[in-house]
């Protein structure tokens, strides 16, 4: 197996292979948090990078039948959810084209908590000078 090629995600929040951390998602693009994959929870999202997909088939899932492959790591091979390719419900057709995370094989990061730096010492002359100038 040659190089493989790794797309980082500049965003404030970014979802990750839990196994591997290589970037998968940015939080921003979820659609609904209301899913449920095989493994529990899981979130509906409209795109993902370093993705490998799996054998196109028909599942039988909580919605009907759809035609579905799975979402393995591009980077460690990790199952991590699966894409819609096709719903054979009309109703159902906006999920065709994106994809579910399972929460159970992700991790999010989220940014640092924002905080004020801490104040900078400052020496007793500055501090003389600062009084004798009214400030």
């Known amino acids: ?11 404030p929040s970014v979802y990750r292979c839990l196994k591997c951390k290589a970037h998968v998602a940015r939080r921003d693009d979820i659609i609904s948090r209301t899913f449920q994959g095989r493994l529990g929870r899981a979130f509906l999202i409209e795109s ?3 993705e490998r997909l799996g054998k196109v088939e028909d599942r039988l899932l909580m919605t009907g039948v759809h035609t579905v492959c799975d979402l393995h790591c591009g980077v460690c091979g990790s199952v991590i959810g699966w894409k819609y390719v096709h719903a054979h419900d009309a109703a159902q057709q906006y999920k065709e084209g994106r994809y579910v995370l399972e ?5 999010i990061t989220d940014p640092p908590p924002t905080q004020s730096p801490p104040p900078l010492p400052m020496n007793s002359g500055l501090v003389e000078y600062l009084r004798s100038i009214g400030n």
């Open 1 to 11: 197996m040659g190089l493989v090629f790794q797309e980082f995600i500049e965003a």
């Open 48 to 50: 993902v990078v370093n």
């Open 103 to 107: 929460q159970t094989k992700i991790s």
